[in-house]
């Protein structure tokens, strides 16, 4: 057997580790690098996907748990597409369900409607008499002080539902029988104007007072489709009495014999003389007047403003406001439901005369001003 030399196997064995350090240090670079890498094209995947999440206005399950909206909602897209400036973020109030709500937005509001009041050059279309009319509209819980002022086709049913309960008239929502809601004898729920002066002007200076808004011109859409297009039976005048009235007024074309269309509806409510026959149709007009006629916004002074497209986030902000969160709850939103709809309104309003549209616009001019709705520049011009 040959003899090695011991010096000889200590170098070999020696190199033998120095190459399987090498080749493991190695490994472990590499590895290490690979691992690097994979973090950065997660981090990478990751972000774009927060990205496009955030930056998608139309995912109604992309709702937004903090609401950085401005105080004005841009009628031509969704308001939650609007973000405050990084340096503007108010630190925002925990709702009872846990959400962060700015007050910012709803102080935005009302400044801009003390803004808008202050207008000289549109007087005419901010400001009215606190008249019986007014009163008439504004519903009355005197357990909670709280005066609500009812905007038709703004989702005002499910309000009434929650004043009726407060007001104990009933134990839950779910248990208002719907034949009950509008049926102010049986609803328990008082108006402003069956007190005397003095018991009006008390609670107008000390109660919590709100209402809700939507966009003019998508309100007016559901008035029609609501009142005209599908009239509930146990409302036959709407059909029976006013259409008839604003198509032989408005029509301009006698020989035609179809039910009122759109176009007739608009050419009614854009007229300046509207006001003869709104007299004749009495309080039926109230699903179509002008919110400035409704509620006096410049005449009383709301605690709150709420906005339909918002309606998400208002609706728990309100309750929390006027101390009534942890007695009731809004009733579920239907996913979309408060979502403003652009193309629905260019198909209405297609085909109407810009004459008509301008005049219309100007009617409701006041509406779109007070309440931050953009001017429907796409159907003006």
Partial sequence: MKNTHPQASVQTLAGRITEWLTFDNMHHQWLLLAACFWVIFMFMVASKFITLTFKDPDAYSAKQEFLFLTAVPDAGKLPREKHFPEELKP???????GRLVQPLVYTERLELIRNVCRDEALKNLSHTAVSRFVLDRIFVCDKHKILFCQTPKVGNTQWKKVLIVLNGAFPSIEEIPENVVHDHEKNGLPRLSSFSDAEIQKRLKTYFKFFIVRDPFERLISAFKDKFVHNPRFEPWYRHEIAP???????????????????????????????????????????????????????????????HETLEDDAPYILQEAGIAHLVSYPTIPPGITVYNKTKVERYFLGISKRDIRRLYARFEGDFKLFGYQKPDFLLN
């Fill in 245 to 307: 009235g604003i198509i032989r007024k408005y029509r301009r074309n006698r020989t035609e014999t179809r039910g009122i269309q759109f176009e007739d509806f608009v050419r009614y409510l854009g007229d300046p003389n509207h006001r003869w026959l709104d007299l004749q149709f009495g309080d039926h007009i109230i699903h179509w007047v002008t919110y400035v006629e409704l509620c006096a916004p410049c005449e009383i002074t709301y605690s709150v403003i709420g906005h």
């Fill in 91 to 97: 630190t925002g109030k925990v709702l009872s369900d």
